[in-house]
């Protein structure tokens, strides 16, 4: 029985975790799918929607950050789509901070390459496990 309740906290703990980094980013809660449109990517840092497991470059340069949107993390662009992580997140001038509203909405995924049906991008979210080809209708 214990062990039952310590394996509950310990999922419940790393559930909220996410939700506290979202915070961390400007438009962490609403990043969108670049595969489904009108839906979000949950786990922005990671190479699933839903987050857990394995990050993304994104997410590896945001724990190499302290887990703070620096200077450096919004001017990097980490999926190498020729967008700067703070232009598809919605803070194109880097000045965000925890807290306030983003000067936009989030208009890209850092750690995805996008669009994604370019060759380029093809290949890159190929090479680092992301599954973002198209949902076929």
């Not at 670049?34 to 699933?48: A, R």
Request: charged residues 15%.
């Amino acid at each position: 029985m214990l062990l039952q309740v310590f394996v509950s906290v310990l999922s419940l703990s790393t559930c909220l975790g996410f939700k506290v980094y979202e915070k961390q980013i400007p438009n962490g809660d609403a990043v969108p799918h670049p595969c489904v449109d009108g839906t979000l990517w949950n786990g922005v840092g990671h190479i699933t929607s839903s987050g857990g497991g394995q990050r993304n470059l994104f997410g590896d340069a945001f724990r190499q950050n302290g887990h703070m949107w620096t200077l450096e993390l919004c001017t990097d662009d980490t999926d190498l789509d020729g967008v700067p992580n703070g232009v598809e997140l919605g803070d194109p001038s880097c000045v965000w901070t925890v807290g306030d509203t983003p000067a936009g909405p989030a208009t890209g995924h850092p750690g995805i390459c996008e669009p994604t049906t370019l060759q380029k991008c093809i290949d890159y979210n190929y090479h680092y496990h992301i599954d973002c080809r198209p949902v076929n209708g």
